[in-house]
Each structure stands twice: as C-alpha cells, then as structure tokens.
C-alpha cells in the first residue's frame, strides 16, 4: 500500500509562488496517477491537478487553471504541484493522492490513498 507525504506548505503573500512536493513509498510508484486536492474550511475538499501514470496526460481544475502546474518525477517517486500567481482563495489545506484506476481520475473519490495535508495560507 502506497504511503504518501506532503511538505512545502506555508505562508505566502497574493501573487507569490509555493511548489508543494509528494514524497511516496510503498506500491510501484510509476503506476500510480497522482493527484493534488484542497480542502478550505467549511467547503468540500476539491481535486485542483491530476496526472496520468505516465504523465501524458493532466487535468486542472478552472479555478487554477494556467496557475498551477503539476509534474511527476519515477525516479524520485514524487509527485509536485507548482503554484503560482497565488490568491487567497487559494488558502486550504492541500492533499497527495495516488490511484491505481486506469486513465486519468479527476474525482476525489477516485483516489484512496491521500497524504496528512499541508496548510497553505495566502494573504491579501
């Protein structure tokens, strides 16, 4: 069973940048889609960027769409989300999944395996 953890979380000012990492192990990683969620307090946790196994294909939700920027890395078994031009809107805590469905998964309840989360705070 893949174990996933996330870092690179924190404080950013409105239009800056953060690159989160997904450091995973367990499970054969270059079979994995992987994905990036986010969960605000008091809205529903939302799938922001997925990416295929093979990493042809990626999937961003319109809210980060030309923002964000999501890339997989087999040798290292890491998965990464770049932000930027950050808004606080942006602010949530983020999540590492990972899913063995085939194709690409752009539903949060496609993947059974997240992460702890990191908090990412943007301020105005």
């Known amino acids: 069973q893949v174990q996933l953890a996330e870092s690179g979380g924190g404080l950013v000012q409105a239009g800056g940048s953060l690159r989160l990492s997904c450091a995973t192990s367990g499970g054969t990683f270059s079979s994995y889609g992987m994905g990036w969620s986010r969960q605000a307090p008091g809205k529903e946790r939302e799938l922001v960027a997925a990416i295929s196994w093979s990493g042809a294909r990626t999937y961003y939700a319109d809210s980060v769409k030309g923002r964000f920027i999501i890339y997989r890395d087999d040798a290292k078994n890491t998965v990464s989300l770049q932000m930027n031009s950050l808004k606080p809107e942006d602010t949530a805590v983020y999540y590492c999944?990972?899913?063995?469905?085939?194709?690409?998964?752009?539903?949060?309840?496609?993947?059974?395996?997240w992460g702890q989360g990191t908090q990412v705070t943007v301020s105005s």
């Open positions: 999944g990972a899913t063995t469905l085939a194709s690409l998964r752009i539903g949060v309840r496609d993947y059974p395996y």
